[in-house]
T-cell receptor, first 115, second 109 residues
Framework: EPEVTQTPSHQVTQMGQEVILRCVPI?????FYWYRQILGQKVEFLVSFYNNEISEKSEIFDDQFSVERPDGSNFTLKIRSTKLEDSAMYFC?????????????FGNGTRLTVT | EDQVTQSPEALRLQEGESSSLNCSYTVSGLRGLFWYRQDPGKGPEFLFT???AGEEKEKERLKATLTKKESFLHITAPKPEDSATYLCAVQGNFNKFYFGSGTKLNVKP
């Protein structure tokens, strides 16, 4: 069964450094998302991406964050200058959006630890 | 404001002891209600989509139902391998999915 893959599985970085989290969505999917989950808390929406542009973003997704689809398969989340509070699991998800109401399919996440 | 509330936060069951998890929601224009299972350190795994009140879906020991205000995930004769956190999410008029905080299920042998 096709799956969403994320790399790396764990990233440790120092405060103020830039990180890039990578995702390969399911190949025939059209909508791509980043979510995050701070330990013990809800899965929170960051951004959705469709047709090579951001379609929606949350208040969390400020100027420190950016997303890119550099080629036909990868989808990346960049955090320019990491803060301690960015420590969380970051999940990439994709959906095929056939008529709306299509489920999100998630990767297994990247655990980001900012020290 | 679109919102999802799940209860209970945690549930401990003996193997074979059936129970239900609740997901209450308020959303503008429901496009779908989704149930996921999440194991520790993993991403949410899709279980079911429900689109309209009265709809039911089943998979092994799990059955999901939907009304206009809430959804239930019924677990019949659970086994220890059903232990996980169960997440509910709704999709409204826009493409954003709103997640509840989840119910952490622990099934003891």
């Amino acid at each position: 069964e096709p799956e969403v893959t994320q790399t790396p599985s764990h990233q440790v970085t120092q405060m103020g450094q830039e990180v890039i989290l990578r995702c390969v969505p399911i190949s025939n999917h059209l909508y791509f998302y980043w979510y995050r989950q701070i330990l013990g808390q809800k899965v929170e929406f960051l951004v959705s991406f469709y047709n090579n542009e951001i379609s929606e973003k949350s208040e969390i997704f400020d100027d420190q964050f950016s997303v890119e689809r550099p080629d036909g398969s990868n989808f990346t989340l960049k955090i320019r200058s990491t803060k301690l509070e960015d420590s969380a699991m970051y999940f990439c998800a994709s959906s095929d959006l056939t008529g709306g109401g299509s489920p999100l399919h998630f990767g297994n996440g990247t655990r980001l630890t900012v020290t | 404001e679109d919102q999802v509330t799940q209860s209970p936060e945690a549930l401990r069951l003996q193997e074979g002891e059936s129970s239900s998890l609740n997901c209450s929601y308020t959303v503008s224009g429901l496009r779908g209600l989704f149930w996921y299972r999440q194991d520790p350190g993993k991403g949410p795994e899709f279980l079911f989509t429900l689109y309209s009140a009265g709809e039911e879906k089943e998979k092994e020991r799990l059955k999901a139902t939907l009304t206009k205000k809430e959804s239930f995930l019924h677990i019949t004769a659970p086994k220890p391998e059903d232990s996980a956190t169960y997440l509910c999410a709704v999709q409204g008029n826009f493409n954003k999915f709103y997640f509840g905080s989840g119910t952490k299920l622990n099934v003891k042998p």
